[in-house]
């Protein structure tokens, strides 16, 4: 390894790379110093010394914290590897515990997403964890998988979208996986007339409030989260988190149209109807296209496809 040194070949040493790691989850060098029990200034000064070896830098660093450059981005995902398969042999050969372990996911507002992030965080064998969930916005979940702030985002394509979200993910060097087709269902309160139906047409839906995320700057009909987002709708209600749209849904007696996909757990008052139309919601995940997902990752994918399967739900192999 070079003048003895116990790390990666090209004078990396791997403390070097857990502290980018974690400098990179967290933000900011002071608080990925405090959670490793390292100075700031050593902290520091062991970054300077890596982006001197590697030949770029790898943070944008503000009175803010710091952020990832694109040179920085590409060596995450390097970095995440040798970390993740040098914690695996410690723990087979020297009989260490589980490291402290990292996900940072962005999704679109699926209560099935959250679902398996639960069994996720139960499943962890790890002593502590950071992991972080984002409900956001169509183009930020784009980009925060294209800089690495999420590891993985969760997002729908149908026929309306897919050319624009694919050039999005193409040009972001991202790609994307599908777990599964949905047929759309509407959801409203169970107070709400039609959560008794078997199904409800565009009809029965006209003189009820329309509920939909907000898309912020960024908004664009390819981009919204629902379907049939060109269709006009008397009475519009743009919202930005899930709990406030479920509000609606009972206090006004709204609806919003998704997969059909809810927890009687994680939502018990809200109802899935099926919505007679002709179209067809495929879901799945995004991630970076020549980096591989950690086994964290790896995981959290599973407990979705898990949870989808639950609900009877065919997965896409």
């Not at 090209?10 to 989850?25: D, K, M, P, S």
């Not at 965080?121 to 690495?148: H, K, N, P, Q």
């Not at 296209?289 to 949870?307: C, D, K, Y």
């Amino acid at each position: 390894m070079g003048r003895g040194d116990a790390g990666t070949a090209n004078g990396i040493t791997l403390q070097q790379l857990r502290y980018f790691v974690e400098i990179a989850a967290e933000g900011s060098i002071s608080a990925a110093a405090d959670l490793l029990y390292v100075s700031q200034p050593t902290m520091s000064a062991a970054m300077k010394d890596l982006e001197r070896r590697v030949g770029h830098p790898l943070f944008v660093r503000s009175v803010r914290g710091v952020t990832l450059t694109e040179e920085g981005a590409e060596f995450l995902g390097y970095a995440r590897q040798v970390v993740e398969q040098a914690e695996l042999l410690e723990q087979r050969y020297l009989g260490r515990p589980p490291s402290r372990r990292l996900l940072a996911v962005s999704t679109q507002h699926y209560s099935f997403v959250v679902d398996a992030f639960v069994r996720m965080v139960r499943a962890s064998g790890a002593a502590e964890y950071a992991f972080t969930l984002r409900e956001t916005r169509t183009w930020e979940i784009i980009e925060d998988v294209r800089t690495l702030r999420s590891e993985l985002g969760v997002l729908y394509r149908n026929d309306f979208n897919r050319s624009v979200i694919d050039k999005l993910l193409r040009e972001a060097g991202l790609a994307f996986t599908p777990l599964f087709v949905a047929t759309p269902h509407i959801f409203v309160a169970r107070t709400n007339p039609l959560a008794t139906r078997d199904r409800v047409t565009l009809e029965d839906l006209e003189d009820l409030p329309r509920l939909t995320f907000d898309q912020g700057a960024n908004n664009s009909f390819y981009l919204a989260e629902e379907i049939l987002s060109t269709r006009s709708s008397a009475q519009d209600i743009r919202v930005s988190d899930r709990a406030t749209i479920f509000n609606l849904m009972i206090g006004l007696g709204g609806y919003t149209i998704s997969t059909g996909i809810i927890s009687d757990d994680l939502d018990p008052s809200i109802v899935a109807v099926p919505l007679a139309v002709d179209e067809r919601i495929e879901i799945g995940w995004i991630g970076q296209q020549s980096i591989p997902l950690t086994s964290q990752a790896e995981r959290f994918v599973t407990e979705m496809r898990g949870v989808v399967s639950d609900f009877g739900v065919e997965l896409i192999a």
